[in-house]
């Protein structure tokens, strides 16, 4: 069965997520800007959400971490806690 690795940044507005990630385009530190500004309990971590299988996270989270580039910043991507950031740090199929 696929596994995942991943970090995300949660945020309650697009335009928010928009901001964040032209700073980490720009080379701001994912887990540092994840420290700062994400709503999930994960952003005390730096965003790091572990290992994870298909079907554990939401569909629309799914969809990009098990077809999305690795080591890219994925988003906006909207679910229903707000929007995401999402970068795939390793990924089995």
């Known amino acids: ?6 970090r ?11 901001e964040l990630k032209k700073e980490i385009v720009e080379g701001a530190d994912f887990a540092e800007v994840a420290r700062q ?3 999930c ?9 572990g ?9 629309e989270f799914d969809e990009v ?10 988003g906006p991507v909207k679910t229903q806690f707000g ?6 740090t390793s990924r089995t199929d």
């Open 1 to 6: 069965m696929a596994r995942a690795s991943a």
């Open 8 to 18: 995300h940044i949660l945020v309650e507005s697009e335009e928010k997520c928009n």
């Open 37 to 39: 500004n994400s709503s």
């Open 41 to 49: 309990p994960s952003g005390k971590q730096g965003g790091d959400l």
């Open 51 to 59: 290992e994870f299988s298909p079907g554990q996270m939401v569909k």
């Open 65 to 74: 971490v098990f077809s999305g580039d690795l080591g890219t910043v994925h």
């Open 83 to 88: 929007y995401h950031l999402i970068e795939i």
